[in-house]
């Protein structure tokens, strides 16, 4: 995805957030998961939903859709512009197998946060 335009939105510990994508006179606050949060809204209303979204979200449980269709659960294990990396969730069991899948940035629909 072209990230042309795009501002890098930190809080105030510097830990960045997401970004805001100019969108006419307008802005699209995007997570880190590349995920727009909303409509086009004015600066301020960007900056605002960054901050509400934080950065929490990251260490929840997601599942992503296998080729067969089937969900497998996982963790994030790595989250840039230029990817991202999901991890079996084994559960925190020591000595399992690791088994990675690295995604494309944005993440893609098949990449969900785990039903509650």
């Known amino acids: 995805m072209d990230q042309t335009g795009w501002i890098e939105h930190r809080r105030h510990d510097g830990e960045r957030?997401?970004?805001m994508r100019p969108s006419g006179d307008l802005f699209v606050p995007v997570d880190l998961l590349g995920r727009d949060l909303s409509a086009p809204v004015g600066w301020l209303e960007a900056?605002?939903?960054l901050e509400?979204?934080?950065i929490g979200y990251l260490a929840e449980l997601y599942e992503l859709?296998?080729?067969d269709g089937s969900w497998l659960r996982v963790r994030l294990?790595?989250?840039s512009p230029e990817r991202i990396v999901a991890k079996k969730d084994d559960f925190g069991a020591v000595g399992a197998p690791q088994l990675y899948?690295?995604?494309p940035f944005p993440?893609?629909?098949g990449l969900r946060p785990l039903p509650r």
């Open 17 to 19: 957030v997401g970004w």
């Open 47 to 49: 900056e605002e939903a």
């Open 52 to 54: 509400a979204a934080g």
């Open 65 to 67: 859709r296998q080729p």
């Open 77 to 79: 294990a790595e989250v």
């Open 101 to 103: 899948y690295p995604l």
């Open 107 to 109: 993440a893609p629909e």
